[in-house]
């Protein structure tokens, strides 16, 4: 596997991309891409150039707006943002750069690749994986930016104008549905040279399934935040498209699997490579290869939590996002069984000695907060007098796990009134937890999936795009967000400030935003 990204590293050094903005889409090399490009391996090099596109967007701040929406008993996530106050604006700021680096890597071998002599099959593969990284990149501008320049297979070198999130996810479910059509599944992924693929970073058609699955699922959802031009589709159709693509994952028992409990979820499935694992981002193991990972990054979302003991210097008072022991065993109570206690697992395998650490004695170390303890892996300085430091995590990034892609299809069931088949998909997630079964005296089905999404992925940067996706702002989020009008949400209250397109003329922010610049 090292060897794959050898040629990536190879790959990168030779191609010199021009960063002035993201709208710079011509290489500075581009007149020699006819020559780059004449056989399967140099394509191969290319989709693993894309690969590395994706691996360096998940280890920038790609997940600044997740954040906002974390269970939170602390405030702080940077400085109050959480809360919305417009009057720091930094907090609201970021550039898609990295994200449009992806595009910059896909459209650059498609001139090329009917030329390249290899096996139609092989071809489709790769056409498969393009396709597939334009649906996923997308999937992240539109949630995190809302209206986004929509680049599609041209090469583009001037100002372009932001297109309604509407009509780019339109063309994002577009790519994902082809990526799913063409490309094979998991367990039948092969490289050039015929050999096996047993890593998750090249997409596959369940990688592709559940991109669509979350494309559809928030334009379904979003349609509060469409304008009134662009909101008269079907969402019904969307959420039947959610749960035939998420029902086209959870079918292959032979590819897919949930780990067997929660504990596992730290140790298998979050480290990487697991049968939990739908799409991830090469990390563990190649920090040579790759050079040095900033503890800055700490793979994305976890940055905001970890703490001791995997940081051993960084104790809960210096987290960003904390969560007091009470509010940790609120969500995850105990119960009597049959005269026993009964505890959902998640609980201790997802907080370190909750109950030890939760101590009088230790109030003023901790102040009730709890030790999130979901990455448990860290990566430590091997030389020099930073011998025995952290350095970061020794993880996989993992984009898609099977159990979000069970609750997202719990959640579109309920929405399309397939009630049992709703229950059926909440309590399998419950069940690996050892957490109650659903009961029609918990209320709504929908909020309750949701606050299962909210406990299952917790810490994992999902809870902002449920909020959204099922408009319960005005409950879930904090502070400011929760009083926003529907003309503010039109006016892109939920998206974040572009930095970085000084350059680009054709260029708007948001009207939320525009009165605070």
Same mark, same amino acid.
């Given at each position: 596997?090292?060897?794959?990204?050898?040629?990536?590293?190879?790959?990168?050094?030779?191609?010199?991309?021009?960063?002035?903005?993201?709208?710079?889409?011509?290489?500075?090399?581009?007149?020699?891409?006819?020559? @780059?490009? !004449?056989?399967? +391996?140099?394509?191969?090099?290319?989709?693993?150039?894309?690969?590395? %596109?994706?691996?360096? &967007?998940?280890?920038?701040?790609?997940?600044? %707006?997740?954040?906002?929406?974390?269970?939170?008993?602390?405030?702080?996530?940077?400085?109050?943002? $959480?809360?919305?106050?417009?009057?720091?604006?930094?907090?609201?700021?970021?550039?898609?750069?990295?994200?449009?680096?992806?595009?910059?890597?896909?459209?650059?071998?498609?001139?090329?690749?009917?030329?390249?002599?290899?096996?139609?099959?092989?071809?489709?593969?790769?056409?498969? !994986?393009?396709?597939?990284?334009? %649906?996923?990149?997308?999937?992240?501008?539109?949630?995190?930016?809302?209206?986004?320049?929509?680049?599609?297979?041209?090469?583009?070198?001037?100002?372009?104008?932001?297109?309604?999130?509407?009509?780019?996810?339109?063309?994002?479910?577009?790519?994902?549905? @082809?990526?799913?059509?063409?490309?094979?599944?998991?367990?039948?992924?092969?490289?050039?040279?015929?050999?096996?693929?047993?890593?998750?970073?090249?997409?596959? +058609?369940? $990688?592709?399934?559940?991109?669509?699955?979350?494309?559809?699922?928030?334009?379904?959802?979003?349609?509060?935040?469409?304008?009134?031009?662009?909101?008269?589709?079907?969402?019904? %159709?969307?959420?039947?498209?959610?749960?035939?693509?998420?029902?086209?994952?959870?079918?292959?028992?032979?590819?897919?699997?949930?780990?067997?409990?929660?504990?596992?979820?730290?140790?298998?499935?979050?480290?990487?490579?697991?049968?939990?694992?739908?799409?991830?981002?090469?990390?563990?193991?190649?920090?040579?290869?790759?050079?040095?990972?900033?503890?800055?990054?700490?793979?994305?979302?976890?940055?905001?939590?970890?703490?001791?003991?995997?940081?051993?210097?960084?104790?809960?008072?210096?987290?960003?996002?904390?969560?007091?022991?009470?509010?940790?065993?609120?969500?995850?109570?105990?119960?009597?069984?049959?005269?026993?206690?009964?505890?959902?697992?998640?609980?201790? @395998?997802? &907080?370190?000695?909750?109950?030890?650490?939760?101590?009088?004695?230790?109030?003023?170390?901790?102040?009730?907060?709890?030790?999130?303890?979901?990455?448990?892996?860290?990566?430590?300085?091997?030389?020099?007098?930073?011998?025995?430091?952290?350095?970061?995590?020794?993880?996989?990034?993992?984009?898609?796990?099977?159990?979000?892609?069970?609750?997202?299809?719990?959640?579109?069931?309920?929405?399309?009134?397939?009630?049992?088949?709703?229950?059926?998909?909440?309590?399998?997630?419950?069940?690996? @937890?050892?957490?109650?079964?659903?009961?029609?005296?918990?209320?709504?089905?929908?909020?309750?999936?949701?606050?299962?999404?909210?406990?299952?992925?917790?810490?994992?940067?999902?809870?902002?795009?449920?909020?959204?996706?099922?408009?319960?702002?005005?409950?879930?989020?904090?502070?400011?967000?929760?009083?926003?009008? !529907?003309?503010?949400?039109?006016?892109?209250?939920? &998206?974040?400030?572009?930095?970085?397109?000084?350059?680009?003329?054709?260029?708007?922010?948001?009207?939320?935003?525009?009165?605070?610049?």
């Amino acid at each position: 596997m090292k060897h794959c990204y050898i040629i990536l590293l190879l790959l990168l050094g030779t191609i010199n991309w021009s960063c002035e903005d993201a709208l710079t889409m011509t290489p500075e090399a581009s007149v020699t891409f006819g020559n @780059a490009y !004449q056989t399967e +391996k140099d394509i191969e090099s290319a989709m693993l150039a894309m690969e590395g %596109a994706v691996r360096s &967007f998940a280890s920038q701040y790609v997940h600044w %707006a997740s954040k906002l929406g974390e269970f939170d008993d602390y405030f702080d996530n940077g400085g109050g943002f $959480a809360l919305l106050q417009p009057a720091k604006l930094n907090g609201y700021t970021y550039g898609w750069y990295s994200a449009y680096n992806i595009l910059k890597e896909v459209n650059s071998p498609i001139p090329f690749l009917d030329d390249v002599p290899m096996t139609e099959e092989r071809r489709n593969f790769y056409r498969g !994986q393009i396709h597939f990284y334009k %649906a996923f990149t997308y999937l992240h501008l539109v949630r995190d930016f809302g209206d986004c320049m929509l680049i599609r297979d041209e090469v583009i070198s001037g100002p372009l104008a932001r297109t309604s999130w509407v009509d780019v996810i339109d063309y994002a479910i577009g790519e994902a549905r @082809a990526a799913a059509n063409l490309l094979p599944e998991y367990s039948e992924l092969k490289d050039a040279d015929g050999d096996v693929v047993t890593y998750k970073s090249i997409p596959c +058609k369940g $990688a592709a399934n559940a991109v669509l699955a979350h494309l559809c699922a928030w334009k379904a959802g979003c349609k509060y935040m469409a304008p009134s031009v662009k909101s008269g589709y079907d969402d019904s %159709a969307l959420w039947q498209a959610v749960d035939s693509a998420c029902t086209a994952i959870i079918s292959l028992d032979d590819v897919y699997k949930l780990a067997s409990n929660p504990e596992a979820v730290c140790t298998s499935v979050l480290v990487g490579g697991d049968r939990e694992s739908i799409y991830e981002s090469i990390f563990r193991g190649f920090a040579d290869e790759f050079g040095e990972i900033s503890p800055t990054f700490l793979l994305a979302e976890s940055r905001y939590w970890q703490t001791y003991p995997v940081t051993t210097s960084r104790l809960t008072l210096s987290s960003g996002c904390r969560m007091l022991v009470s509010s940790v065993r609120e969500m995850f109570p105990t119960r009597e069984e049959g005269g026993e206690k009964v505890t959902d697992l998640r609980r201790d @395998a997802y &907080f370190y000695k909750l109950d030890s650490l939760a101590h009088d004695t230790l109030l003023p170390l901790t102040e009730g907060y709890a030790f999130p303890w979901k990455w448990r892996y860290a990566r430590l300085e091997t030389s020099g007098t930073g011998t025995g430091m952290f350095r970061g995590y020794d993880q996989n990034k993992i984009w898609f796990r099977l159990a979000d892609i069970i609750l997202l299809r719990a959640e579109s069931r309920v929405r399309l009134g397939n009630i049992e088949g709703a229950i059926d998909d909440l309590n399998r997630i419950r069940k690996r @937890a050892n957490a109650k079964p659903y009961e029609s005296a918990e209320g709504d089905l929908r909020y309750a999936i949701f606050k299962e999404r909210e406990k299952e992925l917790l810490m994992e940067g999902s809870r902002w795009y449920d909020v959204l996706r099922n408009e319960y702002y005005k409950t879930e989020l904090y502070g400011g967000y929760r009083s926003v009008s !529907q003309q503010d949400i039109l006016d892109g209250c939920f &998206f974040l400030i572009v930095n970085g397109e000084a350059n680009n003329t054709l260029f708007v922010q948001y009207p939320f935003w525009q009165k605070y610049l």
